[in-house]
Protein backbone atom coordinates (compact mmCIF):
# COMPACT_ATOMS: atom_id res chain seq x y z
CA UNK A 1 0.00 0.00 0.00
CA UNK A 2 1.43 3.35 -0.95
CA UNK A 3 1.08 6.31 1.25
CA UNK A 4 -0.13 9.54 0.14
CA UNK A 5 0.65 13.14 1.54
CA UNK A 6 -1.97 15.89 1.78
CA UNK A 7 -0.69 19.03 0.64
CA UNK A 8 -2.39 22.09 1.24
CA UNK A 9 -3.69 23.71 -1.75
CA UNK A 10 -2.03 26.41 -3.59
CA UNK A 11 -3.97 29.77 -3.20
CA UNK A 12 -2.79 30.84 -6.56
CA UNK A 13 -4.35 27.49 -8.17
CA UNK A 14 -8.28 28.76 -5.91
CA UNK A 15 -10.98 28.35 -8.00
CA UNK A 16 -12.46 31.65 -9.34
CA UNK A 17 -15.39 33.38 -7.83
CA UNK A 18 -18.40 32.26 -10.15
CA UNK A 19 -21.53 33.47 -10.71
CA UNK A 20 -24.72 32.00 -9.39
CA UNK A 21 -26.22 30.10 -11.92
CA UNK A 22 -29.83 32.83 -11.21
CA UNK A 23 -26.90 35.57 -12.50
CA UNK A 24 -26.20 33.51 -15.32
CA UNK A 25 -29.16 32.30 -16.82
CA UNK A 26 -30.20 36.00 -16.77
CA UNK A 27 -27.04 36.67 -18.54
CA UNK A 28 -28.02 33.77 -21.00
CA UNK A 29 -32.00 35.69 -21.66
CA UNK A 30 -30.51 38.85 -22.01
CA UNK A 31 -28.04 37.37 -24.38
CA UNK A 32 -31.13 35.93 -26.62
CA UNK A 33 -33.01 39.08 -26.52
CA UNK A 34 -29.97 40.61 -27.70
CA UNK A 35 -29.85 37.74 -30.67
CA UNK A 36 -33.63 38.44 -31.12
CA UNK A 37 -33.21 41.71 -31.88
CA UNK A 38 -30.71 42.24 -34.62
CA UNK A 39 -29.09 45.23 -34.74
CA UNK A 40 -31.72 47.45 -32.96
CA UNK A 41 -34.73 49.31 -33.58
CA UNK A 42 -33.45 51.73 -36.37
CA UNK A 43 -32.64 48.81 -38.61
CA UNK A 44 -36.00 47.25 -37.70
CA UNK A 45 -37.42 50.11 -38.69
CA UNK A 46 -35.76 50.89 -41.55
CA UNK A 47 -37.21 47.25 -42.52
CA UNK A 48 -40.63 48.06 -42.24
CA UNK A 49 -40.14 51.25 -44.39
CA UNK A 50 -39.22 49.49 -47.51
CA UNK A 51 -42.90 47.62 -46.39
CA UNK A 52 -40.98 44.10 -45.39
CA UNK A 53 -41.32 42.64 -42.29
CA UNK A 54 -38.06 40.84 -40.50
CA UNK A 55 -37.02 37.55 -40.62
CA UNK A 56 -38.84 36.52 -37.11
CA UNK A 57 -42.33 38.18 -38.16
CA UNK A 58 -42.44 36.09 -41.11
CA UNK A 59 -41.19 32.78 -39.21
CA UNK A 60 -43.98 34.11 -37.11
CA UNK A 61 -46.23 34.10 -39.89
CA UNK A 62 -45.80 31.24 -41.49
CA UNK A 63 -45.48 28.68 -38.71
CA UNK A 64 -47.80 27.45 -36.03
CA UNK A 65 -47.68 30.01 -32.81
CA UNK A 66 -45.16 28.92 -30.48
CA UNK A 67 -43.85 25.98 -32.49
CA UNK A 68 -40.53 27.81 -33.88
CA UNK A 69 -37.54 26.22 -32.34
CA UNK A 70 -34.77 28.06 -33.33
CA UNK A 71 -31.06 25.93 -33.93
CA UNK A 72 -28.02 27.87 -33.68
CA UNK A 73 -29.21 31.35 -32.29
CA UNK A 74 -25.93 32.46 -31.25
CA UNK A 75 -23.44 31.18 -34.32
CA UNK A 76 -21.10 34.04 -35.26
CA UNK A 77 -18.77 34.72 -37.52
CA UNK A 78 -15.07 34.21 -37.14
CA UNK A 79 -14.28 36.58 -39.91
CA UNK A 80 -11.48 39.35 -39.90
CA UNK A 81 -10.48 41.97 -41.90
CA UNK A 82 -12.40 45.07 -43.46
CA UNK A 83 -13.59 46.04 -40.11
CA UNK A 84 -15.57 42.55 -39.51
CA UNK A 85 -13.87 41.58 -36.43
CA UNK A 86 -15.41 44.47 -34.77
CA UNK A 87 -19.16 43.45 -35.94
CA UNK A 88 -19.96 39.63 -34.84
CA UNK A 89 -23.99 39.96 -34.25
CA UNK A 90 -25.55 36.92 -32.96
CA UNK A 91 -27.06 34.49 -35.87
CA UNK A 92 -25.15 36.14 -38.24
CA UNK A 93 -28.08 37.37 -40.33
CA UNK A 94 -30.12 34.21 -40.64
CA UNK A 95 -32.48 32.33 -38.50
CA UNK A 96 -33.11 28.82 -38.77
CA UNK A 97 -35.00 26.01 -36.94
CA UNK A 98 -38.10 23.97 -37.10
CA UNK A 99 -41.52 24.22 -36.27
CA UNK A 100 -44.96 23.19 -37.42
CA UNK A 101 -47.43 24.60 -40.08
CA UNK A 102 -51.10 22.73 -39.24
CA UNK A 103 -49.87 20.54 -37.07
CA UNK A 104 -47.18 19.18 -39.27
CA UNK A 105 -43.11 19.27 -39.29
CA UNK A 106 -41.46 22.01 -40.99
CA UNK A 107 -37.90 23.56 -41.33
CA UNK A 108 -37.27 26.73 -42.38
CA UNK A 109 -34.07 29.80 -42.50
CA UNK A 110 -34.60 32.49 -43.01
CA UNK A 111 -31.58 35.72 -43.75
CA UNK A 112 -32.21 38.54 -41.56
CA UNK A 113 -31.54 41.91 -43.87
CA UNK A 114 -30.92 43.90 -40.72
CA UNK A 115 -27.22 42.08 -40.48
CA UNK A 116 -25.51 42.55 -42.96
CA UNK A 117 -28.18 42.72 -45.64
CA UNK A 118 -28.76 39.21 -45.36
CA UNK A 119 -25.50 38.62 -47.07
CA UNK A 120 -23.96 34.99 -47.16
CA UNK A 121 -20.61 34.22 -45.51
CA UNK A 122 -18.92 31.22 -43.68
CA UNK A 123 -20.84 30.95 -40.59
CA UNK A 124 -24.40 32.12 -42.19
CA UNK A 125 -23.85 29.27 -45.16
CA UNK A 126 -22.89 26.52 -42.14
CA UNK A 127 -26.20 27.54 -40.58
CA UNK A 128 -28.38 26.68 -43.67
CA UNK A 129 -26.10 23.49 -44.29
CA UNK A 130 -27.14 22.20 -41.06
CA UNK A 131 -30.95 22.98 -41.48
CA UNK A 132 -31.26 21.50 -44.90
CA UNK A 133 -29.93 17.98 -43.57
CA UNK A 134 -31.67 17.98 -40.79
CA UNK A 135 -34.98 18.20 -43.15
CA UNK A 136 -33.68 15.74 -45.46
CA UNK A 137 -33.07 13.41 -42.60
CA UNK A 138 -36.46 13.95 -40.45
CA UNK A 139 -37.98 13.55 -44.44
CA UNK A 140 -39.60 17.04 -43.63
CA UNK A 141 -40.12 20.19 -46.07
CA UNK A 142 -38.28 23.24 -46.29
CA UNK A 143 -38.95 26.38 -46.70
CA UNK A 144 -36.79 29.20 -46.98
CA UNK A 145 -37.72 33.19 -46.68
CA UNK A 146 -35.13 34.91 -48.57
CA UNK A 147 -34.01 38.40 -48.44
CA UNK A 148 -30.42 38.50 -49.07
CA UNK A 149 -27.90 40.73 -50.81
CA UNK A 150 -25.77 37.97 -52.04
CA UNK A 151 -22.48 36.43 -51.04
CA UNK A 152 -20.54 38.45 -48.26
CA UNK A 153 -17.93 40.39 -50.12
CA UNK A 154 -15.44 40.93 -47.40
CA UNK A 155 -15.18 36.89 -47.03
CA UNK A 156 -14.52 36.56 -50.33
CA UNK A 157 -14.67 32.75 -51.45
CA UNK A 158 -15.62 30.92 -48.57
CA UNK A 159 -18.76 32.54 -49.16
CA UNK A 160 -19.11 31.38 -52.51
CA UNK A 161 -18.46 28.33 -51.65
CA UNK A 162 -21.00 28.35 -49.10
CA UNK A 163 -23.74 28.71 -51.94
CA UNK A 164 -21.89 25.89 -53.69
CA UNK A 165 -23.07 23.22 -50.38
CA UNK A 166 -26.55 25.00 -50.66
CA UNK A 167 -26.75 24.08 -54.25
CA UNK A 168 -25.67 20.76 -53.58
CA UNK A 169 -28.00 19.95 -50.80
CA UNK A 170 -31.07 21.26 -52.58
CA UNK A 171 -30.22 18.82 -55.53
CA UNK A 172 -30.06 16.11 -52.64
CA UNK A 173 -33.48 17.25 -51.65
CA UNK A 174 -35.01 17.04 -55.20
CA UNK A 175 -38.08 14.72 -55.11
CA UNK A 176 -37.63 13.96 -51.56
CA UNK A 177 -39.05 16.42 -49.96
CA UNK A 178 -40.75 19.65 -50.61
CA UNK A 179 -38.67 22.99 -51.40
CA UNK A 180 -40.19 25.91 -51.12
CA UNK A 181 -38.35 29.68 -51.68
CA UNK A 182 -39.93 32.71 -50.81
CA UNK A 183 -38.51 35.78 -52.12
CA UNK A 184 -39.57 38.07 -49.62
CA UNK A 185 -36.34 41.11 -51.35
CA UNK A 186 -33.21 41.13 -53.53
CA UNK A 187 -31.76 37.79 -54.92
CA UNK A 188 -28.94 38.44 -57.30
CA UNK A 189 -26.24 36.78 -58.84
CA UNK A 190 -25.72 32.61 -58.22
CA UNK A 191 -27.88 33.18 -55.05
CA UNK A 192 -30.61 32.81 -57.87
CA UNK A 193 -29.44 29.19 -58.40
CA UNK A 194 -30.87 28.04 -54.87
CA UNK A 195 -34.59 28.97 -55.57
CA UNK A 196 -34.14 27.71 -59.24
CA UNK A 197 -33.53 24.33 -57.83
CA UNK A 198 -36.24 24.04 -55.77
CA UNK A 199 -39.75 22.77 -56.33
CA UNK A 200 -42.01 26.00 -55.55
CA UNK A 201 -41.20 29.82 -55.88
CA UNK A 202 -43.44 32.12 -54.24
CA UNK A 203 -42.20 36.37 -55.12
CA UNK A 204 -43.55 39.50 -53.68
CA UNK A 205 -44.47 42.67 -55.82
CA UNK A 206 -42.62 45.72 -55.43
CA UNK A 207 -40.33 44.36 -53.10
CA UNK A 208 -38.87 41.03 -54.43
CA UNK A 209 -36.24 40.59 -57.62
CA UNK A 210 -33.86 37.85 -58.94
CA UNK A 211 -31.26 38.34 -61.29
CA UNK A 212 -28.29 36.46 -62.63
CA UNK A 213 -27.12 40.10 -63.51
CA UNK A 214 -28.20 43.35 -61.96
CA UNK A 215 -28.92 46.69 -64.31
CA UNK A 216 -25.78 48.32 -63.48
CA UNK A 217 -23.76 45.76 -65.12
CA UNK A 218 -26.20 44.76 -67.73
CA UNK A 219 -26.14 48.74 -68.92
CA UNK A 220 -22.04 48.94 -68.60
CA UNK A 221 -22.08 45.65 -70.88
CA UNK A 222 -25.04 46.43 -73.22
CA UNK A 223 -25.91 49.48 -72.60
CA UNK A 224 -29.14 48.46 -71.94
CA UNK A 225 -31.30 50.53 -69.18
CA UNK A 226 -33.89 48.53 -66.93
CA UNK A 227 -35.24 48.60 -63.46
CA UNK A 228 -34.54 46.17 -60.52
CA UNK A 229 -38.28 45.09 -61.28
CA UNK A 230 -38.21 45.52 -64.91
CA UNK A 231 -35.81 43.03 -64.97
CA UNK A 232 -36.68 40.61 -62.51
CA UNK A 233 -39.38 41.14 -60.61
CA UNK A 234 -42.25 39.12 -59.67
CA UNK A 235 -44.69 40.05 -62.67
CA UNK A 236 -41.45 39.65 -64.75
CA UNK A 237 -40.82 36.40 -63.46
CA UNK A 238 -44.51 35.20 -63.12
CA UNK A 239 -45.25 36.11 -66.45
CA UNK A 240 -42.18 35.75 -68.50
CA UNK A 241 -39.51 34.01 -67.34
CA UNK A 242 -41.91 30.90 -65.36
CA UNK A 243 -39.41 31.32 -62.66
CA UNK A 244 -42.03 32.30 -59.75
CA UNK A 245 -44.92 29.41 -59.60
CA UNK A 246 -47.15 32.34 -57.48
CA UNK A 247 -46.84 35.56 -56.91
CA UNK A 248 -48.70 38.01 -54.05
CA UNK A 249 -49.13 41.71 -53.42
CA UNK A 250 -47.87 41.35 -49.73
CA UNK A 251 -45.94 39.11 -46.85
CA UNK A 252 -48.55 38.14 -45.19
CA UNK A 253 -50.47 36.81 -47.79
CA UNK A 254 -47.97 35.53 -49.64
CA UNK A 255 -47.08 33.61 -46.26
CA UNK A 256 -50.59 32.45 -45.68
CA UNK A 257 -50.66 30.80 -49.16
CA UNK A 258 -47.18 28.95 -48.82
CA UNK A 259 -49.16 27.48 -45.60
CA UNK A 260 -51.95 26.36 -47.94
CA UNK A 261 -49.47 24.77 -50.08
CA UNK A 262 -47.81 23.06 -47.61
CA UNK A 263 -51.52 21.43 -46.32
CA UNK A 264 -51.43 19.70 -49.74
CA UNK A 265 -47.81 17.83 -50.04
CA UNK A 266 -46.87 15.16 -48.28
CA UNK A 267 -43.81 15.76 -45.64
CA UNK A 268 -41.64 13.62 -48.12
CA UNK A 269 -41.56 10.89 -50.90
CA UNK A 270 -41.96 7.93 -49.10
CA UNK A 271 -45.65 9.12 -47.74
CA UNK A 272 -49.19 10.27 -49.30
CA UNK A 273 -50.76 13.67 -49.07
CA UNK A 274 -52.47 14.21 -46.08
CA UNK A 275 -56.31 13.50 -46.78
CA UNK A 276 -58.79 16.53 -45.79
CA UNK A 277 -62.00 15.79 -44.76
CA UNK A 278 -65.17 17.12 -46.67
CA UNK A 279 -68.52 17.83 -46.75
CA UNK A 280 -68.84 17.66 -50.68
CA UNK A 281 -70.65 14.78 -51.85
CA UNK A 282 -68.60 12.15 -54.01
CA UNK A 283 -71.78 11.37 -56.20
CA UNK A 284 -72.50 15.14 -56.51
CA UNK A 285 -73.84 15.56 -59.91
CA UNK A 286 -72.18 18.41 -62.24
CA UNK A 287 -75.17 19.31 -64.07
CA UNK A 288 -73.56 22.86 -64.91
CA UNK A 289 -71.26 21.08 -67.30
CA UNK A 290 -73.41 20.50 -69.80
CA UNK A 291 -73.67 24.63 -70.17
CA UNK A 292 -69.81 25.38 -69.24
CA UNK A 293 -68.59 23.30 -72.39
CA UNK A 294 -69.88 24.43 -76.09
CA UNK A 295 -70.40 21.35 -78.64
CA UNK A 296 -68.90 23.59 -81.42
CA UNK A 297 -64.80 22.43 -81.17
CA UNK A 298 -64.08 26.26 -82.02
CA UNK A 299 -65.44 28.12 -79.29
CA UNK A 300 -63.10 28.82 -76.25
CA UNK A 301 -64.70 28.66 -72.81
CA UNK A 302 -62.38 28.97 -69.59
CA UNK A 303 -61.38 25.33 -68.14
CA UNK A 304 -60.62 26.87 -64.76
CA UNK A 305 -64.64 26.60 -64.54
CA UNK A 306 -64.78 23.04 -65.21
CA UNK A 307 -62.13 22.39 -62.77
CA UNK A 308 -63.83 24.04 -60.04
CA UNK A 309 -67.24 22.17 -60.87
CA UNK A 310 -65.45 19.09 -60.69
CA UNK A 311 -63.54 19.63 -56.97
CA UNK A 312 -63.99 19.42 -53.62
CA UNK A 313 -66.09 22.27 -52.39
CA UNK A 314 -64.43 24.51 -55.67
CA UNK A 315 -61.31 25.06 -53.76
CA UNK A 316 -57.52 24.69 -55.97
CA UNK A 317 -54.42 26.01 -55.73
CA UNK A 318 -53.30 27.18 -59.36
CA UNK A 319 -49.41 26.68 -60.18
CA UNK A 320 -47.87 29.15 -62.46
CA UNK A 321 -51.26 31.15 -62.91
CA UNK A 322 -49.65 34.30 -64.87
CA UNK A 323 -47.52 31.82 -67.28
CA UNK A 324 -48.23 29.52 -70.04
CA UNK A 325 -51.84 30.07 -69.79
CA UNK A 326 -53.08 27.82 -73.00
CA UNK A 327 -52.07 24.89 -70.04
CA UNK A 328 -53.66 24.42 -66.41
CA UNK A 329 -51.47 22.90 -63.58
CA UNK A 330 -53.71 23.06 -60.54
CA UNK A 331 -53.85 21.01 -57.00
CA UNK A 332 -57.16 20.57 -55.71
CA UNK A 333 -59.00 17.40 -53.74
CA UNK A 334 -61.03 14.72 -55.08
CA UNK A 335 -63.31 13.15 -52.09
CA UNK A 336 -60.81 14.96 -50.04
CA UNK A 337 -58.06 13.03 -51.61
CA UNK A 338 -55.13 15.87 -53.82
CA UNK A 339 -54.77 15.32 -56.77
CA UNK A 340 -53.00 17.13 -59.73
CA UNK A 341 -55.02 18.44 -63.06
CA UNK A 342 -53.45 19.25 -66.16
CA UNK A 343 -55.37 20.73 -68.44
CA UNK A 344 -55.77 21.82 -71.68
CA UNK A 345 -56.98 25.78 -71.44
CA UNK A 346 -59.13 26.67 -75.05
CA UNK A 347 -59.53 30.24 -73.96
CA UNK A 348 -55.89 31.32 -74.67
CA UNK A 349 -54.34 30.33 -77.78
CA UNK A 350 -57.42 27.50 -78.19
CA UNK A 351 -55.40 25.66 -75.88
CA UNK A 352 -52.38 24.68 -78.57
CA UNK A 353 -49.18 22.99 -76.53
CA UNK A 354 -46.38 25.46 -77.35
CA UNK A 355 -42.99 25.56 -75.94
CA UNK A 356 -43.51 27.20 -72.49
CA UNK A 357 -46.85 25.18 -72.26
CA UNK A 358 -44.56 21.89 -72.19
CA UNK A 359 -42.29 22.93 -69.93
CA UNK A 360 -45.17 24.00 -67.26
CA UNK A 361 -46.64 20.82 -67.87
CA UNK A 362 -43.64 19.11 -67.31
CA UNK A 363 -42.38 20.38 -64.81
CA UNK A 364 -45.81 19.74 -62.78
CA UNK A 365 -46.33 16.47 -63.72
CA UNK A 366 -42.69 15.61 -62.24
CA UNK A 367 -43.66 17.23 -59.28
CA UNK A 368 -46.82 15.29 -58.75
CA UNK A 369 -45.39 12.49 -59.44
CA UNK A 370 -42.10 13.11 -56.98
CA UNK A 371 -44.49 13.36 -53.98
CA UNK A 372 -47.34 10.56 -54.69
CA UNK A 373 -49.95 12.91 -56.10
CA UNK A 374 -52.45 11.30 -58.65
CA UNK A 375 -53.16 13.19 -62.10
CA UNK A 376 -55.95 13.65 -63.90
CA UNK A 377 -55.55 14.98 -67.56
CA UNK A 378 -58.26 17.04 -68.64
CA UNK A 379 -57.91 17.23 -72.61
CA UNK A 380 -59.46 20.16 -75.40
CA UNK A 381 -56.37 20.66 -77.62
CA UNK A 382 -55.98 21.06 -81.02
CA UNK A 383 -52.47 20.17 -81.55
CA UNK A 384 -48.93 21.70 -81.08
CA UNK A 385 -48.35 25.47 -82.30
CA UNK A 386 -47.04 25.77 -85.76
CA UNK A 387 -44.22 28.35 -86.56
CA UNK A 388 -40.94 29.08 -87.46
CA UNK A 389 -40.07 30.11 -84.10
CA UNK A 390 -41.46 27.41 -82.64
CA UNK A 391 -39.59 24.43 -84.48
CA UNK A 392 -36.51 27.00 -84.00
CA UNK A 393 -37.07 27.33 -80.45
CA UNK A 394 -36.89 23.41 -80.28
CA UNK A 395 -40.87 22.79 -79.75
CA UNK A 396 -39.36 18.80 -80.54
CA UNK A 397 -37.13 18.79 -77.39
CA UNK A 398 -39.87 20.27 -75.47
CA UNK A 399 -42.51 18.66 -76.30
CA UNK A 400 -40.52 15.58 -75.52
CA UNK A 401 -40.03 16.95 -71.92
CA UNK A 402 -43.83 16.73 -71.85
CA UNK A 403 -43.51 12.82 -73.12
CA UNK A 404 -41.02 11.70 -70.63
CA UNK A 405 -42.54 13.44 -67.60
CA UNK A 406 -45.85 11.21 -68.65
CA UNK A 407 -44.15 8.16 -69.21
CA UNK A 408 -41.94 8.28 -66.38
CA UNK A 409 -44.65 9.06 -63.64
CA UNK A 410 -46.00 5.93 -61.97
CA UNK A 411 -48.25 7.93 -59.67
CA UNK A 412 -52.37 6.99 -60.52
CA UNK A 413 -52.94 8.88 -63.85
CA UNK A 414 -56.16 9.14 -65.59
CA UNK A 415 -57.07 11.06 -68.69
CA UNK A 416 -60.41 12.73 -70.16
CA UNK A 417 -61.33 13.93 -73.52
CA UNK A 418 -63.71 16.55 -73.08
CA UNK A 419 -63.88 17.71 -77.07
CA UNK A 420 -60.70 17.66 -79.23
CA UNK A 421 -57.92 16.07 -78.86
CA UNK A 422 -55.74 16.10 -82.28
CA UNK A 423 -52.43 14.67 -83.63
CA UNK A 424 -49.43 14.39 -81.20
CA UNK A 425 -51.06 16.79 -78.56
CA UNK A 426 -53.11 13.99 -77.97
CA UNK A 427 -50.50 10.97 -77.74
CA UNK A 428 -48.72 13.53 -75.26
CA UNK A 429 -51.40 14.56 -72.62
CA UNK A 430 -51.26 11.27 -71.13
CA UNK A 431 -53.07 8.91 -74.01
CA UNK A 432 -53.76 5.28 -73.16
CA UNK A 433 -50.98 4.75 -75.40
CA UNK A 434 -48.26 5.94 -73.12
CA UNK A 435 -49.30 4.53 -70.03
CA UNK A 436 -52.71 6.27 -68.75
CA UNK A 437 -53.98 3.96 -66.61
CA UNK A 438 -58.05 5.24 -67.40
CA UNK A 439 -59.01 7.36 -70.39
CA UNK A 440 -62.38 8.52 -70.38
CA UNK A 441 -64.00 10.47 -73.28
CA UNK A 442 -67.15 12.81 -73.31
CA UNK A 443 -69.70 12.64 -75.96
CA UNK A 444 -68.46 15.32 -77.52
CA UNK A 445 -65.35 14.31 -77.96
CA UNK A 446 -63.53 14.26 -81.34
CA UNK A 447 -59.86 12.20 -81.06
CA UNK A 448 -58.09 12.59 -84.58
CA UNK A 449 -54.96 12.64 -86.25
CA UNK A 450 -56.05 16.29 -87.01
CA UNK A 451 -59.15 18.30 -87.50
CA UNK A 452 -61.96 17.50 -90.01
CA UNK A 453 -60.88 20.38 -92.16
CA UNK A 454 -57.31 19.59 -92.38
CA UNK A 455 -57.62 16.50 -93.01
CA UNK A 456 -59.61 16.70 -95.90
CA UNK A 457 -57.74 19.38 -97.54
CA UNK A 458 -54.12 16.68 -97.60
CA UNK A 459 -56.50 13.46 -98.16
CA UNK A 460 -59.15 15.01 -100.56
CA UNK A 461 -57.24 17.66 -102.20
CA UNK A 462 -57.06 16.53 -105.94
CA UNK A 463 -60.40 15.28 -106.18
CA UNK A 464 -61.74 18.43 -104.48
CA UNK A 465 -59.71 20.62 -106.79
CA UNK A 466 -60.94 18.72 -110.19
CA UNK A 467 -64.69 18.74 -108.69
CA UNK A 468 -66.88 21.02 -110.53
CA UNK A 469 -68.15 22.50 -107.46
CA UNK A 470 -64.92 22.62 -105.16
CA UNK A 471 -66.60 24.03 -101.37
CA UNK A 472 -69.68 21.25 -102.24
CA UNK A 473 -67.20 18.94 -102.39
CA UNK A 474 -65.13 19.83 -99.79
CA UNK A 475 -67.95 19.97 -96.84
CA UNK A 476 -69.23 16.75 -98.18
CA UNK A 477 -65.77 15.52 -97.30
CA UNK A 478 -65.35 16.65 -94.06
CA UNK A 479 -68.98 15.23 -93.24
CA UNK A 480 -67.85 11.50 -93.99
CA UNK A 481 -64.48 12.13 -92.45
CA UNK A 482 -66.07 13.36 -89.35
CA UNK A 483 -68.89 10.13 -89.71
CA UNK A 484 -66.11 7.62 -90.21
CA UNK A 485 -63.18 8.84 -87.80
CA UNK A 486 -64.51 10.87 -86.08
CA UNK A 487 -67.38 10.38 -84.37
CA UNK A 488 -68.17 9.92 -79.95
CA UNK A 489 -67.47 6.02 -79.98
CA UNK A 490 -64.77 6.05 -82.65
CA UNK A 491 -61.58 5.62 -80.02
CA UNK A 492 -63.62 3.33 -77.38
CA UNK A 493 -64.83 1.07 -80.11
CA UNK A 494 -60.91 0.61 -80.41
CA UNK A 495 -60.06 0.01 -76.78
CA UNK A 496 -57.86 3.63 -76.99
CA UNK A 497 -60.97 4.75 -74.35
CA UNK A 498 -62.10 3.18 -71.30
CA UNK A 499 -65.47 4.63 -71.03
CA UNK A 500 -67.82 7.44 -73.08
CA UNK A 501 -69.34 9.33 -69.79
CA UNK A 502 -71.99 11.61 -68.89
CA UNK A 503 -70.26 14.52 -68.45
CA UNK A 504 -72.44 15.85 -65.32
CA UNK A 505 -70.41 12.27 -63.54
CA UNK A 506 -67.50 12.97 -63.94
CA UNK A 507 -66.61 13.91 -60.94
CA UNK A 508 -67.91 10.93 -59.32
CA UNK A 509 -65.96 8.68 -62.40
CA UNK A 510 -63.23 10.14 -61.14
CA UNK A 511 -63.35 9.56 -57.29
CA UNK A 512 -64.29 6.31 -57.68
CA UNK A 513 -61.51 5.67 -60.46
CA UNK A 514 -58.86 6.72 -58.17
CA UNK A 515 -60.29 5.31 -55.21
CA UNK A 516 -59.38 1.86 -56.98
CA UNK A 517 -56.37 3.49 -58.43
CA UNK A 518 -55.08 4.04 -54.86
CA UNK A 519 -53.88 0.76 -54.47
CA UNK A 520 -51.51 1.03 -57.56
CA UNK A 521 -48.03 -0.18 -57.57
CA UNK A 522 -45.66 0.66 -60.36
CA UNK A 523 -41.78 -0.39 -61.06
CA UNK A 524 -39.87 1.62 -63.42
CA UNK A 525 -37.00 -0.62 -65.13
CA UNK A 526 -33.35 -0.49 -62.76
CA UNK A 527 -31.08 2.20 -63.71
CA UNK A 528 -29.26 5.14 -61.97
CA UNK A 529 -31.81 7.81 -63.81
CA UNK A 530 -32.81 8.53 -66.78
CA UNK A 531 -32.00 10.87 -68.95
CA UNK A 532 -34.68 13.23 -70.15
CA UNK A 533 -34.50 15.76 -72.76
CA UNK A 534 -33.07 18.99 -71.73
Given amino acids: MTDVMWTAPDPAEAPVNRKHPREQV ?6 RELARGGTGDRAT ?8 LTARERI ?5 EGTFHEVEQLRRHRATGFGLEDKRPYTDGVVTGWGEVHGRLVFVYAHD ?14 KIHKIMDMAIQAGAPLVSLNDGAGARIQEGVSALAGYGGIFRRNTWASGVIPQISVMLGPCAGGAAYSPALTDFVFMVRGTSQMFITGPDVIHTVTGERVTQNGLGGADVHASVSGVAHFVYDDERTCLDEVRYLLSMLPLNNRELPPAAHTSDSPDRV ?19 AVIEELVDEGEYLEVHEHWANNVLCVL ?22 DIPASEKAAGFVQLCDSFNIPLVTLLDVPGFLPGVDQEHGGIIRHGAKLL ?16 KAYGGAYIVMDSRSIGSDLAYAWPTNEIAVMGAEGAVDVVSRREIAAAPHPETTRARKIREYR ?14 VDDVIDPRETRSVLIDALRMLSRKHADLPQRKHGNPPI
Fill in 332 to 353: ARLDGQVVGFVASQPQWLAGVL
Fill in 404 to 419: YAYCNATVPRISVVLR
Fill in 286 to 304: CESLLDLVPSDSNRPYDMR
Fill in 26 to 31: AELLDT
Fill in 113 to 126: FRIFGGALGEAHAQ
Fill in 60 to 64: ELLLD
Fill in 483 to 496: DELMHPYYAAERGL
Fill in 45 to 52: AAQHAKGK
